[in-house]
């Protein structure tokens, strides 16, 4: 099975006293081009989710949104700083004595002052908080490829329309190739005809111009090498995997002898199916763009 390299997954879950949402989706591109938009306070989860992803997916521009939801109210821990309280007093007996004022520090008064007590919130489990990130972060992975995949047996079907035309044409082409050379002879025996009583005089030199016409305008290579490409084509497709890349290589090639068919040939006949050749081989390119 082939994918294409649209899609959209989404997953979301809910355990105890987290929720996270996961959505996944993506465009064609050239390479593997990963965008991965997470809570701030979460970032450090960011590799994890890249390293998972990369199991997923090998080619496409992938938009990934994860949004968490805490539940639980957030745990802080009240901590006492004894250095600046050590620190307050210092200064206050300093004062005290500096000034003769009376040191009336109590350990109440001294709690007020800035730093003294702070409040802190407590670190997240990093390992409980990534067993429901991943088991969300997998399952809209599954659906984003399945949606793909949908896509990709849709692509498949029309490439392999558009590959049995291609066919037709080669087959064509073959048939036609003996029809032109006869065609050529006819005409060139007329010719000579007219402007010579004896035609067996002119057998060999007839035979010769056939030979070097034939020369001329013979596609067989071509299309061998184009039916050759087409067959290499519809394998890929059985096989299947990611073969964007592998497709759009054969496709250049089969582009390059549909050029060399049309510089070729001096029958309209043929001149017009070469046009038709390459307009089907561009919509072909086109589709592969899509595929992963």
Known sequence: MIKSMTGFGRCEVTEQEHKFTVEVKS????????????????????????????????????????????????????????????????????????????????????????????????????????????RALRGACESFVESRIAEGASLAADLAGKLDALRGYVDYMEARAPEILSEYRKRLEEKVMELFSDRQADESRIAMEVTLFADKICVDEETVRLRSHVDAMTAALREGG?????????????????????????????????????TDIEKIREQIQNIE
């Open 27 to 134: 465009v064609n591109h050239r390479y593997l081009d990963v965008n991965i938009r997470l809570p701030r306070k979460l970032g450090f989860l960011e590799n994890a989710v890249r390293t998972v992803l990369k199991a997923y997916i090998q080619r496409g521009k992938v938009d990934v949104y994860i949004s968490h939801e805490a539940y639980a109210e957030e745990k802080f821990a009240l901590k006492y700083n004894a250095e600046i309280a050590q620190a307050y007093l210092n200064h206050l007996r300093h004062m005290a004595e500096a000034f003769g004022l009376e040191n009336d520090v109590s350990a109440v008064s001294l709690s007020r002052y800035p730093e003294v007590f702070t409040m802190e919130e407590q670190e997240m489990d990093e390992q409980e908080l990534w067993g429901v990130l991943e």
């Open 242 to 278: 990611s073969i964007g890349r592998k497709l759009d290589f054969i496709a250049q090639e089969m582009n390059r002898e549909a050029n060399t068919i049309l510089s070729k040939t001096t029958d309209l006949s043929i001149s017009n199916v070469g046009i038709n050749l390459k």
